[in-house]
């Protein structure tokens, strides 16, 4: 099977996991560790919780490491308190927005039709949205089903996408100790793909994600384009020796 044209991808959400301390600590070690990568190999992003995003693009300001947020309101001012607006994001220097991660789908009761309209405000506003997609059941067919009409539902109001990020991600593999199998991955990413064509959208990237970490993406690198961490990058030195595998293996498949 040949290679996945688009470039690697790699990217860390933070969740709520961190304090300040920790964050900007991460965040030194990362970018002196990421000193030797070249640009041309990967493209990485990095989501801290919304109180420190302006911290994070200032430290990051010479670095390979783009900053997003990891939820952003579907408008972008008004009588909207408490929201994050994705204008006043991007004008602060935001390149990525994530959008319906399982945990605010569950937790805070995203619907589909709501991440549809943050997807549209992330486009809107020049923000790259990664749109979170992932079943419950853990039965293949079951699976196909949930994802297909998460996908749908993500991307058919959608006009003049510039530019989307899928992290698939079953949300049964959330927070467990090990990622799905490499045959289910590719199964379903290869699935999104075919969706996403069928839809005649352009320019997106697949990425895998929940409890992903090191000697994953080997198995699943002719599907996918790269991965979305979680805990496992937690320590600094292994997100970046997860980049260079994920680097070295993608150089490997050209
Ligand atoms: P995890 O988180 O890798 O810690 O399971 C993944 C995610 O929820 O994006």
Same mark, same amino acid.
């Given at each position: 099977m040949a290679s996945r044209a688009g470039k690697l991808l790699v990217g860390v959400n933070l969740k709520m996991y961190m304090d300040r301390e920790q964050t900007l600590s991460w965040l030194d070690a990362a970018v002196t560790g990421l000193g030797?990568?070249?640009s041309d190999d990967v493209e990485l992003f990095l989501l801290p919780s919304a109180p420190l995003i302006s911290d994070c693009i200032e430290r990051t300001s010479a670095s390979l490491l783009a900053i997003g947020a990891q939820n952003i309101s579907a408008?972008?001012?008004?009588?909207?308190?408490?929201e994050i607006s994705p204008q006043l994001l991007a004008q602060m220097g935001c390149e990525y927005a994530l959008i319906g991660h399982h945990e605010r789908r569950t937790?805070? @009761? %995203?619907s589909n039709d709501v991440i549809s309209q943050k997807i549209a405000a992330g486009n809107r506003n020049n923000l790259i949205p990664i749109v979170c997609i992932g079943e419950i059941s853990k039965e293949d067919k079951s699976a196909a089903v949930e994802v297909k009409t998460q996908i749908r539902s993500a991307v058919k109001?959608?006009?003049?996408?510039?530019k989307l990020v899928i992290a698939?991600?079953?949300?049964?593999?959330?927070?467990?100790d090990q990622p799905a199998s490499a045959e289910h991955i590719n199964k379903m990413c290869s699935l999104i793909r075919t969706e996403l064509e069928d839809m005649n959208i352009q320019n997106f990237r697949i990425l895998y994600g929940g409890s992903? @970490? %090191?000697?994953?993406f080997e198995l699943i690198s002719q599907t996918c384009d790269g991965l979305f961490l979680?805990?496992?990058?937690?320590?600094p030195q292994t997100y970046i020796s997860i980049v260079q595998e994920c680097i070295s293996i993608k150089a490997a498949n050209l």
């Open positions: 030797s990568i070249n408008h972008d001012s008004g009588a909207f308190t408490g937790l805070f @009761g %995203e109001e959608q006009k003049n996408l510039k698939y991600e079953p949300t049964w593999a959330i927070g467990v992903a @970490g %090191e000697g994953l979680g805990r496992r990058s937690h320590n």
